[in-house]
């Protein structure tokens, strides 16, 4: 790559590594040739500026926009610090852009804030007429008064129009409005443009700025996004397909004119899952039956048919579908419970048409929409005229369309109908009517899971000009081309380019820790005795990731060292978590890998220095995983794999998020530190005993070549070793 290579000049910094400018020439010839790029590095290759410096040119030459997205709230503020940097010599606007439940000042409903701003839009236009027309009819009046008598019939006109205008705002002053984005419209907003550009601002600082001033800043972004050069963002502004067309309409842009960047990369089939699922919930179901008897509509007795039915079969099929004794388990977590078929439609299906009788249910599902959408229509009306202090959600209109796409979905490939249920500890009336609402009650709901995720992404692939998919895990590729409907992408992958001789990759060889083995006293005790030794002899602090919750406080309990020990649970909040133990000098975080601080989440230095995971963590096999399976199996299987379904829904993803966890250490080149995995199944013996249990082959081969076999009584050596060789301990190191 030549160093005049135009794309430098948006690499802030003195110096890019030598990978670095190889991914930036391939991805800007991938870009030219409007090819996606799956990009693997390691943590601290320099992958967002490797992505951004050669997409920004580009952009800039052929009138593009550059969108850079992630999951993970950190990665949003580093792109921000990136973004500003470069900012700082070149000319580039960007902005960073949030959801609007995040930057609301009055806090209401999207459909509460779409009705509050068209109603305000609408008053600042009638008012701005008035005012046309009263500058027209005093001039007029002037003209009269000079002796023009033509001018008296053309103010005669006007004053009529007047009198309407002014009526029409009379009555729309009346109406619920938002006083933010009425200054929006009727004050001078140069000043907030001229501070947004200059520089680039945080979502909260954007918050503040408009609150102190009484204006909206969501609305000011949407109006100051347009005609930008990069846009950092959430996954849900380019993975929901509602969400994504305003997001361009509010960009002025066509998908064929976006660069997207997506961070994170290999979370993206999971919230491409997330983003394409549909449920409906029993208290919804009641609350449209309710509503049906609210109104003398001719319609009403279809519609209650319908949603009455369903609502019938779904009761059905959870209380068929529990085992004994299961009902009484069931908490305020939602939970599944298995109704599809193999041979024949879902349980829910089939008791949805034993319950339903009428003339015929898609013609009663069809009446059912076609009411719900007048009365969602009666209601805004109704809200915008002042009747409602709040805009009322139409339940008929919910419950119907999902009904449709019930029966018209719940059978396709790919699609897992399930049934899910839980406790209501609120006692609120939650159920509503005589559906129950007391705490304890157990209530339903439907839910249409894609299974397969390129449902979602291949026609977002397929629209934007190119992608750059960037992840400290995405290999193997063939399984993310697979899953997310890319078409011959660039590949590239960069390991671990700091100094070798400062990490450690160990692999115990241990019990192998199957779901069967965990209760066993032997097994506990040789991997306490591991987890002690790694802790004692790391010179700082200690991650130790397990298979669940249940694991981690399973060894919490069993753990007898000097360090401070820190429990990670469900509902514990992450981020004051991570600071109480980072802010410590000798401590034990124990977690779930697949909770939120396994990954996206910074160890730098001192923060970490070893890194324990635990058992290969494989997911909890449930029926939506094992639908996710039969999916995968039936769509990708090739010649040659036993199971296309085990390998993309289960074992790549596990791999991924050890890898993750391992890379939250050694972070930077002067950093150090070690990283350890605790189970059999890792070792490279277990390749040659038993294949088909090892999992060392998932890992890329660079990080196999780097992994060290001990049994478990050689950890302590081999990490007093590596720590004194990297002059580690300060003092005396401990005695193994």
Same mark, same amino acid.
């Given at each position: ?39 693997? @590095? ?16 580009? !952009?800039?030459?052929?009138?593009k926009t550059v969108v850079i997205t992630t999951n993970v ?11 500003? !940097? ?46 046309? &027309? ?11 008064q000079e002796g023009d008598d033509a001018a008296a019939e ?44 200059? @520089? ?176 969602? !229509? ?90 750059? &998919? ?15 409907? &890319? ?51 790391t010179p700082g602090n200690t991650l130790a990731f397990f ?41 034990? &975080? ?7 601080? @396994? ?40 010649? @040659? ?32 530190? !070690? ?62």
């Open positions: 790559m030549s160093e005049s290579a135009g794309y430098l000049r948006y690499f802030p910094y003195a110096e890019p590594y030598d990978h670095q400018r190889e991914a930036m020439a391939a991805i800007r010839a991938a870009l030219e040739d409007r090819r996606d790029v799956l990009f693997e @590095g390691a943590t601290g290759t320099g992958k967002t500026l490797a992505a951004l410096a050669p997409a920004l040119e580009y !952009a800039r030459e052929t009138d709230h950190q990665q949003m503020r580093q792109f921000r610090r990136e973004a500003a !940097a470069i900012a700082e010599s070149e000319d580039v606007r960007a902005i960073v852009f949030r959801g609007k439940s995040s930057m609301c000042h009055i806090d209401v409903g999207y459909r509460e804030c779409q009705t509050l701003r068209d109603t305000t839009r609408e008053l600042v236009e009638a008012e701005r007429e008035e005012a046309r &027309l009263e500058r027209e009819q005093r001039a007029l009046l002037e003209r009269m053309g103010r005669s006109a006007i004053m009529d129009e007047l009198d309407a205008v002014e009526e029409t705002v009379g009555d729309l002053a009346d109406q619920p409005t938002c006083e933010h984005y009425y200054r929006n419209l009727t004050a001078d907003t140069a000043d907030f443009f001229a501070w947004l550009y200059d @520089g680039v601002r945080a979502p909260e600082d954007i918050y503040e700025y408009a609150h102190e001033r009484g204006r909206c800043g969501y609305e000011l972004l949407k109006e100051g996004v347009e005609g930008v050069d990069l846009v950092v963002c959430n996954y849900h502004h380019l993975l929901d397909p509602g969400i994504r067309e305003q997001f361009f309409r509010w960009l002025g842009r066509e998908p064929g004119d976006v660069l997207a960047i997506f961070d994170e990369a290999h979370n993206v089939e999971d919230a491409a899952r997330d983003h394409a699922r549909r449920t409906l919930t029993e208290p919804t179901l009641e609350g449209a039956r309710e509503e049906c008897e609210e109104h003398e509509d001719p319609r009403t007795d279809a519609a209650a048919n319908v949603v009455g039915a369903f609502r019938a079969a779904l009761a059905t099929a959870y209380d068929t579908a529990f085992a004994f004794g299961e009902r009484e388990q069931v908490g305020t977590e939602w939970y599944d419970l298995a109704i599809d078929n193999d041979d024949r439609r879902d349980e829910l299906t089939l008791a949805f048409l034993r319950e339903y009788t009428g003339p015929g249910v898609h013609a009663d599902v069809e009446t059912a929409i076609e009411l719900g959408r007048d009365l969602d !229509a009666q209601y805004e009306r109704a809200y915008r005229e002042g009747e409602r202090d709040v805009r009322r959600e139409c339940q008929v209109l919910q419950a119907a369309t999902f009904v449709e796409a019930w029966l018209a979905e719940s059978a396709d490939a790919g699609t897992y109908p399930v049934v899910s249920v839980r406790r209501d500890a609120r006692g609120d009336g939650a159920m509503g009517g005589d559906g129950g609402g007391r705490a304890g009650d157990v209530y339903g709901r439907a839910e249409l899971y894609t299974c397969i995720p390129e449902r979602v992404t291949r026609e977002l692939f397929e629209g934007l000009a190119a992608s750059v &998919l960037m992840s400290a895990t995405l290999r193997p590729f063939d399984v993310t081309e697979s899953v997310l409907g &890319l078409e011959d992408p660039e590949t590239l992958a960069y390991g671990q380019q700091f100094p070798a001789e400062r990490r450690r990759t160990f692999v115990v060889d241990g019990p192998a820790l199957f779901a069967s083995k965990r209760d066993d006293a032997g097994v506990q005790e040789t991997v306490t005795a591991a987890l002690e030794d790694a802790i004692r002899f298979p669940s919750y249940a694991e981690a406080e399973r060894y919490h309990d069993r753990l007898d060292v000097d360090a401070t020990t820190y429990l990670d649970e469900p509902g514990t909040p992450a981020r004051e978590l991570r600071q109480t133990f980072t802010d410590d000098d000798h401590g034990v &975080l124990l977690t779930s890998l697949w909770g939120t601080l @396994g990954e996206g989440v910074s160890y730098d230095g001192d923060d970490a220095r070893t890194a324990v995971v635990v058992g290969v963590p494989y997911p909890h096999l449930d029926e939506r995983m094992e639908a996710v399976q039969a999916a995968y199996t039936e769509t990708f299987d090739v010649a @040659g794999e036993d199971s296309a379904g085990w390998r993309y829904a289960v074992e790549v993803p596990t791999i991924r998020k050890t890898r993750q966890a391992l890379g939250r250490v050694v972070r930077s080149p002067e950093d150090f530190g !070690a990283r350890i995995l605790l189970d059999a199944r890792y070792t490279e013996r277990a390749e040659i005993e038993d294949p088909g249990f090892a999992v060392r082959g998932s890992f890329p081969p660079a990080e196999r070549a780097e992994m060290v076999d001990l049994e478990p009584a050689k950890l302590k050596y081999a990490m007093l070793n590596f720590y004194r060789d990297v002059g580690a301990y300060d003092g005396e190191p401990p005695a193994p």
